[in-house]
């Protein structure tokens, strides 16, 4: 049984990785020349952990990751509206929460590949996938053309030929908000101690993610009613512009971190689908399921997906129709609340509404926070087979 898989991000590459330990033949087709990451890192929450350790990889991610303890959360005057305790979430999930950098992140998992043998093409950009009677043709950019007995489409959330194939639509929903996202690094220890701070304004939010006590990686958000312009060159400015008289940690990251390390997104979602398959193809990752960041899951459900796949795979590849159903059945209801729940969140951080924000702000110091760590343990940890 041989694989291709389109698209060489985290869905891509973790479930090759996965499907090779199952014994079956995998090659990855990735558009870009070499590896690429969007955002600037993720927490990996411990869900994904679960996964990461599956695919042998868990103790090398760890040696380049942080270990948050908790989710603190302030208004931009630095108020404090409660925390979330990430150690209460792990010790209810039974893995570590872990932040890291993209590049870290998405190396460690090429390398695992590498070492098995798969071969990942870069330079094969999709262009095109043919309908045969009961399989599919991909054509690429370069001319090359490529079959497979199972295709993986993880060809990411913003034009993804893989979803288009199967749901007709692959057009992405903008969100109305931006986020600007970048990486900190300094000589000097500038965080005490390994905590997510979230401070939030009106219509407006930074975040801050330490990975060591002189690293971190960030985001910075504001509504915006349309997608528009990308001027690297006036990213510091605009980011100046809104968060400079918030406290002076921000100011502090934001002009130490280099231009080339800023990245502006338009963010965008895909509206809930369980239409994940058709012929022999089958849409994994952001191509099926791709949530808010406010959701923290991204990534995280994109290592599940490689998971499941890989067990519904290798449990029957002869009647494609049920094995890709019962993956579909596995993993719609938990992707769909997450969806669902980046939007909640997104909804309720980016109002411009000051009336809004005030109570929002109010109600938040009022939230059983030990609740809310035990509810997102549980959330996330169905469908997978470890404690809660
Ligand atoms: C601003 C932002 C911040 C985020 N922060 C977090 C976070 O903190 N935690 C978290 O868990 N998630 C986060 N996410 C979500 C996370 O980035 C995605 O959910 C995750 O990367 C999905 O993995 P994927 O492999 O499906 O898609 P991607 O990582 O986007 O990979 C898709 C791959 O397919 C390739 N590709 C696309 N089109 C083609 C084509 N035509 N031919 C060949 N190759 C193609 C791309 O080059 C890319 O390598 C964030 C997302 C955004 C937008």
Redesign the pocket.
């Known amino acids: 049984m041989n694989i291709a898989i389109?698209?060489?991000?985290?869905?891509?590459v973790s479930s090759a990785i996965a499907l090779k330990q199952k014994g079956f033949d995998v090659t990855v087709?990735?558009?870009?020349q070499s590896e690429?990451?969007?955002?600037a890192?993720?927490?990996v929450w411990p869900n994904?952990s679960f996964v990461l350790e599956q695919l042998d990889v868990l103790e090398e991610i760890k040696k380049v990751s942080g270990y948050p303890s908790a989710m603190q959360r302030m208004s931009n005057t630095g108020e404090d509206l409660g925390s979330i305790s990430i150690e209460e979430i792990n010790k209810n999930m039974g893995y570590p929460s872990l932040s890291i950098l993209r590049r870290d992140f998405q190396a460690i998992l090429v390398s695992k590949l590498k070492s098995l043998g798969i071969k990942i093409k870069y330079g094969?950009?999709?262009?095109k996938i043919e309908e045969k009677k009961k399989t599919v043709n991909i054509y690429f950019q370069n001319g090359e053309k490529a079959t497979a007995n199972i295709i993986i489409g993880?060809?990411?959330?913003m034009?993804?030929?893989a979803r288009k194939f199967v749901t007709g639509n692959n057009k992405p929903i903008y969100q109305g908000f931006i986020?600007w996202?970048g990486v900190f690094e300094s000589k000097e220890k500038v965080f005490d101690e390994i905590v997510v701070k979230d401070y939030w304004g009106i219509g407006e939010r930074f975040g801050i993610v330490p990975v060591s006590q002189n690293k971190a990686y960030w985001?910075g958000g504001v509504v915006a009613k349309k997608s528009g312009t990308r001027k690297p060159a006036l990213y510091k400015k605009e980011l100046n512009t809104l968060f400079s008289k918030w406290t002076e940690l921000i100011s502090e990251v934001i002009a130490n971190t280099p231009q080339n390390k800023i990245n502006k997104?338009y963010?965008h979602d895909h509206n809930p689908t369980e239409l994940w398959h058709k012929k022999n193809l089958i849409i994994?990752?952001?191509?099926a399921h791709?949530?808010l960041?406010t959701s923290?899951?991204?990534?995280?459900?994109?290592l599940e997906d490689a998971w499941h796949l890989a067990n519904c795979l290798s449990e029957n590849s002869i009647d494609l129709d049920s094995a890709f159903s019962k993956f579909t059945r596995l993993r719609v209801d938990k992707t769909t609340g997450i969806i669902n729940a980046g939007r909640g969140l997104a909804s309720s951080l980016f109002n411009s509404d000051q009336e809004f924000c005030k109570v929002r702000n109010e109600n938040s110091k009022k939230v059983d926070y030990l609740q809310v760590a035990k509810g997102m343990a549980e959330g996330w940890s169905s469908g997978l087979p470890i404690n809660t």
């Open positions: 389109l698209g060489g991000g985290v869905a891509g087709y990735e558009r870009n690429s990451n969007i955002g890192g993720i927490v994904a094969y950009e999709i262009t993880a060809d990411g959330r034009s993804s030929v986020n996202v985001a997104i963010v994994i990752g952001d191509s791709a949530p960041p923290g899951q991204g990534a995280c459900q994109a």
